[in-house]
Every structure is written in structure tokens, then in C-alpha cells.
């Protein structure tokens, strides 16, 4: 500590700037809410009083039904009053939008009460306040849950913890944190929905050992397998099908009902919502009892027919079988037997379904865990990452080390594909592979990102298309180009090409196919959405503000803590960039968003060798000194 | 510790075959716990860049340290004898004889059943391959025929991967 004194005057300059009611009060409990995006309905959590639970609307009720109806006039409704619309006005108003996230028009198997439209990149529907993104349609429910968080608070939200099924690709994570952005939310992570839920139910139980997540929803589903040892989530693998869910038992009921003597064969769009919606009602009635007399009357022609349980299961058998392949795949992929597995917990409102949870029983030969709400416990597990994310400490400490459910990889001669990242590797991941060039002279090399299991191209999902230019000209094989692939703690992959002789770089974030560009994420809340009614160069300049202060309180914390590992040279550095940050912060309230922004960087450009040097220190001291078994 | 310290080193383990997989697995842990980006959420751009860097390098570490083969192999590199499987592909008979005896019960195995028994076969082969690479690396500090062991286990890994894409296509 002898050069301790030197620093002083710097160290006084720091705390100049942590003047009280200057930067914000570290201790301050900081806002972050988990929201389920759901098919069928979507739920918004907090964690208050150090509990997490699910935030009421004004009648009470934690339940959004994630339905959008656009109105005469330029008016929305979104959940209970879309829903009550839904057989009235089936056309304008757009249920399990959910379905449509991420996807084109040639992969929409099944067929929907409304229309859809062909667009580059994802479908569209068309209604009569125009054609809607399915990312506009998601952030109208995401938007209504912020205000509700904000409404409970009575405060701005200081970030969000979106959950996306586990089985969601690139493209389907892209368009949900796209929906996000859209709705005016700071996303501070997307997390899987069986993670999410292995939180609250671990947290809950104290438990510990190896889980199966079994959770069937409105229209996907996942099997997750994670070993839960103190406060450590792990997935060990995951597996599913993200067209599969609740939905499609309903269409299996309406298709049976349809099948019924006198049956219309074709429907008008009301009559096909309204076979839609008893369908669904004699399914669920069918988890309290053993039969269902039903009375439809369609297009005028009216039906009456009694459902029991035994012809629900019939109807909906291969559906059911479907799932338990996935949980089959999964468990061979996690190298376990069935007996591995200390418990099964129920997730989704469809294991409500009796005949669900007796398959699911039968084939683990033990009792599923269903003493959590399997609608809730999702946005509550959300919850409790979203509170730690934000930053607000106490409590145990969360790990969550998830995979990538599905396998990326690029084209190489022939429409094969070159497997990369296989499927189930942990996240934050970076993999590499060499290629070469195949003709002499080659300069530029196409390179096509894909998604999938599959080995031929044409059966994976396009994700991206990029090129490698500037190749020096060599003889062919003579090039060695670099492609690594860098999936981040979202899952979301970014792509670099790099040819190792001539140092020639390329570089992408993958989005195009099938996210949206900024831009457009501009022009829609400038077009129609509810936020824009804001000043955007104001938003613009809040954000910069919240971010400005977040790094000056992060590095602040980080000085007290660490700043022996600096020279004084460093230090009197870091300080000079905080005191600049801190003048354009506070002296210029008038400032614009580039310039703080810029301000900003600066900080986080001067600490960065900085907090390198901390990650070294926080490394050394993980395994030293430590008895391992007690970590 | 630095980013391009060796996978053992990062992990604290000797540099060996022979590894316990429970205790890779809690080092693993304990050092996400440190790196992860999730603890830098908070935090600026730089922190967040650094964990990115520290949790995807603990990451591939892991995948290395956790699995035989791919430890081994790490190993026979790390004493100067790289696997190069596509410069080395020359193969004792009798390992290709049972190459070609498998392939063949796998073009005719047209059930579940016929699946897993091929895949116990290759199962009790793969045992006895990590049997010879612990006696090789370990004991006989013999990198070179270790690496010949890890293009024939690769081989039978390859094999089974075939195996078990079979079986999803059956049962799906």
C-alpha cells in the first residue's frame, strides 16, 4: 500500500462525482419484470417484498389473453375484450400470434381464422387497420403488460427477462426480442421457458438433481433436462417442436366435431372461430369431467354431439405420441435413462389435460410435479432472473447455463451442410472451422448460415447470406478462411469470416432473413405504435441518460472495489473519462443522445483493459484456496 | 490466468487422461460463477465484452476437459503428436473389418431393437479404446500410439452418432 497515498487526488475527484443525488443511489431497488409471451395467453411478474408473483390487471385478473383486435377508427383491443370479439370479428383480430413469430408464409401448416399475407422475411396479417407484423401484433401484448408493471410500480421499468420457448430458432428469438425493442422494453435477456420454470420450482423446492421440464403450452412445446445443484441451473439438453401445442389439440376436437353427421363442409371465417373456441371449451371441460354434450351452430346448421374423454385422447393420440419422442430424443441426447430423472415438472395450461399427464406418467413411471400453477410459474421464474439481472443482490445467486437447442452450421458444395454448432452445447458459446476456396483465383466466398438437424441445406432454415471479399488471388485450396460462429447468453448467433493470410475480415449479425433491420423497427414505432406518441429524440436522450449513469455507477463500484489493481496513470485515465462523462451528464441537460452516447463509449472503451484485469482476478480466486466440493 | 492459458490450467487439473468428471463439472461451475455475462448485466459494455470472452473460453475448455475423446486428443496435441485425422488415415484390418461388419448390421437393422444392440457394440468398444488411451497417456507416456487410438475411436464415434440419428428417424 505505499503508493496508496499517491492516488489520493484522484481518488477525491471520484468522489466528487459520487455526490449524493448526482448519480443514482446503488442501493436503490431497481425494477426488472419477467413477462411469458405466450400462444394463448401472455402473464407479467415482479419480484416485491423479495417474492415473486404475477401482476394483476385492474380487475384483479394476472391472465392476459394474447389476442389483438384492430378497430374501426384506429382503435385496439387487446386480451379479454379481443378475445370476447373474436368469433364477431375474426378477420381483424389475431390469436396465438405467437405461431406466425419468425416464420414465412410456406411454413404455416395449419390453417387460421384470419389472412395471412406473404413478406420478405416473415408473414404478415391483414387487417383492416392494414397489414401487421407478427412482431407488431406481439408488442401490442408486451406494450399492454409494461404499462401494467409500470401502473403497479408506479415507476419506469428498469428492464425485462422475455421467455421464449426453449425449441424457438434464431429466427423466432430475433422477432420476439425484436416485439420487445418495439414495446419500449430494455431486454435484459431472453431466457428459455422450462429454465424459467426450473427456477421457480428449484428456488421453491430447495432442490436438487436432475429435472425433465415437460411443457406443453397454447403452441409449442419443450422437453428440457437440467441438473439443478444450489442455485446452478444447467441444461443438459432440450428438445421439442415449436409448432406443437394446446392449439392443435382443439383443431384435432374441431376436425372430429366437423367429421359429425350434418356437419357444414365449409365454413364461413365466423363459423370456424366460433367451432374454434367450443372445441377448445369442451377440451378443457374434459380435464373436470368425463363428458361434454355439445350444441354448435354453424353457418345456420346445427349440431349436437356428446365428447368424452376416451375420444379426446383417440383424436389427439398422435399428438400426444409426438411429444413423448422429443422427451425419447432428449434423454438419449443427455446421455440418461428415464430412470435418471428424480422428477418431472408440468408446465403449460395443456398438461392440464388429463390424458397428457397420465402419458407423461406412464412413461417416466412416476407422478409428474404439478403443485405449482403451471400458467404462472414461467413469468415467475423470469421474475427472479429479471431482479438479479438488474442488478438488485440478496438473495441466492442465479446461474443459468442453457444451450442452443438446435444445431447451425453453413452450406458447402453440393447443398450439404457443414455442422458447426452442434445442438445442446452450453451458451455463450464461439466454434470455428476452416474452408477454403475451390477454384484458382477465387477473391470472394458466399457464405449461407442454416439452422437445423438435417444434412441437406434445403431441408434447415435459412438464417442469413453473406460474402467474404477482397480473397487475395491464390491457387485453389491454397486459402484458409476462418468462419466462427459466436452465440451469445440470448442464443443469438453472430457470424465472422476471417481468411488467415491476408487478414481480410467479414462480419454479420444474423438477422436479415428473417428479423427486423433497426430501420424498420424505427419506421413502425414512427408509423403506428402506441409509444410514438412520445417524443422519439426525447426517448432517445432517456435512454442515453439511464445508460450514462449505469456506467458511471458500474465503474464507480468497480474502483471501490478493485482500483489496486491500477497504475496511477490508469486511474487518473479512468477518471479524467468519468469527470468528462459526468460534465456532459449533468452540466448540459440540453446535451443531444449522440454526444452523451459518445461520452459514454469512452468510458466503456478507457475500462475495458480494466475489466479485464478484474475478470483475471475474479478467475484466480473461483478455484483458489477454495475447497471445490463445497463451492 | 489468461485467456490462452491451457484448458488444465484454466481448470486448476493436472494434465492428464485420467480425470474425475464430477470435479470438472463443479470447477466448471465455480468459474462461470465468476465469468458469466449474466453477473455483468449491470454493468457497462466493457464488463459485459470481458465475460463474454472469459465465459465462452471456460465454455469450450469444458467441452474438451468433460469429453474422452476430445480430452485426449487435446492431450496428444499438447505433447506434440496432433491427430491430423485427414492426414492419417491408414487403419489396422482388423479395426476395418469390424468398421465394415457394423456397417452393414446397420443397413440391415431396421427396428428399435436391432439399433440399440448396435449401439451396445459400439458401446463396449468405445470402453475399451479410453481403457487403452488411460494406459497410453497416462502410464506409457506414449502420445503417438494415443493418437492412433483417438482416429479409431473417432471413427466409432462417428459410427454411433450414425446409429442414433437412425434410431430418431425410427421413432419419430
Not at chain 1, 426488472?32 to 394463448?40: R, S
Not at chain 1, 438479479?388 to 453440393?414: A, F, H, K
Not at chain 2, 499438447?78 to 491430423?84: D, H, K, M, N, V
Request: with cysteine; glycine share 6%.
Amino acid at each position: 500500500m505505499s503508493g496508496w497515498r499517491r492516488f489520493i487526488p484522484h481518488r477525491m475527484a471520484l468522489l466528487q462525482i459520487s455526490e449524493p443525488g448526482q448519480t443514482p443511489d446503488p442501493h436503490q431497488r431497481r425494477i426488472g419484470v419477467g413477462i411469458d409471451l405466450g400462444t394463448t395467453h401472455s402473464l407479467v411478474a415482479a419480484v416485491r417484498h423479495g417474492v415473486a408473483e404475477c401482476l394483476p390487471d385492474e380487475q384483479g385478473r394476472v391472465v392476459l389473453p394474447s389476442v389483438v383486435r384492430y378497430m374501426e377508427g384506429g382503435g385496439r383491443q387487446i386480451g379479454f375484450d379481443a378475445l370476447a370479439a373474436q368469433v364477431q370479428d375474426p378477420l381483424n383480430t389475431i390469436a396465438s400470434v405467437k405461431r406466425l413469430m419468425g416464420r414465412g408464409l410456406a411454413d404455416m401448416q395449419v390453417e387460421l381464422p384470419y389472412d395471412l399475407v406473404d413478406q420478405p422475411g416473415m408473414v404478415a396479417v391483414r387487417t383492416r387497420a392494414g397489414d401487421k407484423s407478427p412482431v407488431e401484433v406481439s408488442a401490442e401484448i408486451l406494450a399492454t403488460l409494461r404499462y401494467r408493471a409500470e401502473d403497479s410500480f408506479n415507476a419506469d421499468i428498469d428492464g425485462a427477462v422475455i421467455t421464449v420457448p426453449a425449441y424457438f430458432d434464431e429466427a423466432q428469438r430475433q422477432a420476439t426480442k425484436d416485439a420487445a425493442t418495439l414495446a419500449g422494453l430494455n431486454v435484459l435477456r431472453l431466457i428459455n421457458e422450462p429454465t424459467a420454470a426450473a427456477i421457480a420450482y428449484g428456488l421453491d423446492h430447495q432442490s436438487e438433481g436432475v429435472f425433465a421440464v415437460y411443457d406443453l403450452g397454447g403452441g409449442t412445446f419443450d422437453i428440457s433436462i437440467l441438473r439443478l445443484t444450489r442455485g446452478v441451473f444447467e441444461v443438459v439438453a432440450t428438445g421439442g417442436d415449436s409448432a406443437l401445442g394446446g392449439d392443435d389439440y382443439d383443431r384435432a376436437v374441431a376436425d372430429w366435431l366437423l367429421g359429425q353427421a350434418g356437419a357444414p363442409q365449409s365454413l364461413s371465417p365466423s363459423a370456424r372461430a366460433e367451432l374454434l373456441r367450443q372445441a377448445r371449451q369442451a377440451k378443457e371441460a374434459l380435464s373436470s369431467q368425463d363428458s361434454v354434450d355439445l350444441t354448435l351452430s354453424l353457418d345456420g346448421v346445427e349440431i349436437k354431439t356428446r365428447l368424452d374423454r376416451a375420444t379426446l385422447a383417440h383424436v389427439s393420440a398422435a399428438l400426444t405420441a409426438k411429444t413423448l419422442a422429443a422427451v425419447r430424443r432428449v434423454l438419449r441426447d443427455a446421455r440418461l435413462d428415464k430412470g435418471d430423472i428424480q422428477g418431472v415438472v408440468m408446465v403449460g395450461g395443456s398438461t392440464r389435460m388429463p390424458l397428457v399427464l397420465g402419458a407423461v406418467r406412464e412413461f417416466f413411471g412416476q407422478e409428474p410435479l404439478t403443485n405449482l400453477n403451471p400458467d404462472e410459474v414461467v413469468a415467475l421464474g423470469a421474475a427472479l432472473s429479471a431482479n438479479q439481472l438488474v442488478g438488485n443482490r440478496g438473495g441466492e445467486e442465479l446461474l443459468l447455463l442453457d444451450v442452443i437447442p438446435l444445431s447451425l452450421g453453413i452450406e458447402t458444395m453440393g447443398g450439404l451442410v457443414e455442422r458447426i454448432v452442434p445442438r445442446n452445447q452450453t451458451i455463450p458459446t464461439a466454434m470455428a472451422q476452416d474452408f477454403t476456396t475451390y477454384k484458382d483465383g477465387q477473391t470472394a466466398l458466399a457464405l449461407h448460415v442454416v439452422q437445423g438437424e438435417r444434412d441437406l441445406v434445403a431441408d434447415c432454415r435459412s438464417l442469413a447470406r453473406f460474402e467474404l471479399r477482397g480473397i487475395p488471388p491464390m491457387a485453389a485450396g491454397a486459402a484458409r478462411i476462418r468462419v466462427t460462429f459466436t452465440v451469445d447468453a440470448d442464443g443469438l448467433l453472430t457470424v465472422a469470416a476471417r481468411e488467415q493470410g491476408s487478414g481480410v475480415e467479414a462480419h454479420i449479425d444474423v438477422k436479415p432473413s428473417y428479423g427486423l433491420a433497426d430501420e424498420e423497427i424505427a419506421r413502425m414505432l414512427q408509423d403506428s405504435f402506441s409509444t410514438a406518441q412520445q417524443d422519439m429524440q426525447a426517448r432517445a436522450l432517456a435512454e442515453a441518460q439511464v445508460d450514462a449513469d449505469r456506467m458511471l455507477l458500474a465503474t464507480q463500484s468497480a474502483l471501490d472495489l478493485d482500483s489496486d489493481l491500477l497504475t496511477p496513470d490508469e486511474l487518473q485515465h479512468i477518471s479524467a473519462l468519468m469527470a468528462a462523462l459526468h460534465h456532459t451528464r449533468q452540466a448540459d441537460q440540453s446535451a443531444d443522445a449522440a454526444t452523451l452516447e459518445a461520452a459514454t463509449q469512452a468510458l466503456a472503451h478507457g475500462t475495458e483493459a480494466f475489466a479485464a484485469m478484474r475478470m483475471n482476478k475474479g478467475i484466480q480466486q473461483a478455484l483458489a484456496g477454495k475447497n471445490i466440493a463445497t463451492i | 490466468m489468461k485467456l490462452q492459458s491451457t484448458d488444465f490450467e484454466l481448470f486448476e487439473l493436472p494434465a492428464r487422461f485420467a480425470q474425475d468428471r464430477a470435479d470438472i463439472d463443479l470447477r466448471w461451475k465455480a468459474l462461470q460463477k465468476q465469468a458469466h455475462p449474466d453477473r455483468f448485466a449491470a454493468e457497462g459494455a466493457a464488463a459485459q465484452r470481458v465475460a463474454m470472452q472469459w465465459s465462452v473460453r471456460i465454455n469450450e475448455a469444458y467441452q474438451r476437459l468433460k469429453d474422452p475423446l476430445k480430452r485426449a486428443s487435446y492431450l496428444c496435441e499438447l505433447s506434440g503428436a496432433p491427430i491430423r485425422a485427414h492426414e492419417n488415415t491408414a487403419m489396422p484390418a482388423d479395426f476395418l473389418m469390424q468398421q465394415m461388419a457394423w456397417r452393414e448390421s446397420l443397413e440391415e437393422a431396421d427396428t428399435a431393437q436391432a439399433l440399440e444392440t448396435l449401439l451396445e457394440d459400439t458401446s463396449s468398444a468405445r470402453s475399451a479404446a479410453l481403457a487403452d488411451l488411460a494406459q497410453l497417456l497416462d502410464v506409457q507416456l506414449d502420445p503417438v500410439a494415443a493418437a492412433q487410438v483417438v482416429r479409431r475411436l473417432m471413427f466409432v464415434e462417428r459410427f454411433a452418432h450414425e446409429v442414433e440419428e437412425r434410431l430418431d428417424r425410427i421413432s419419430a
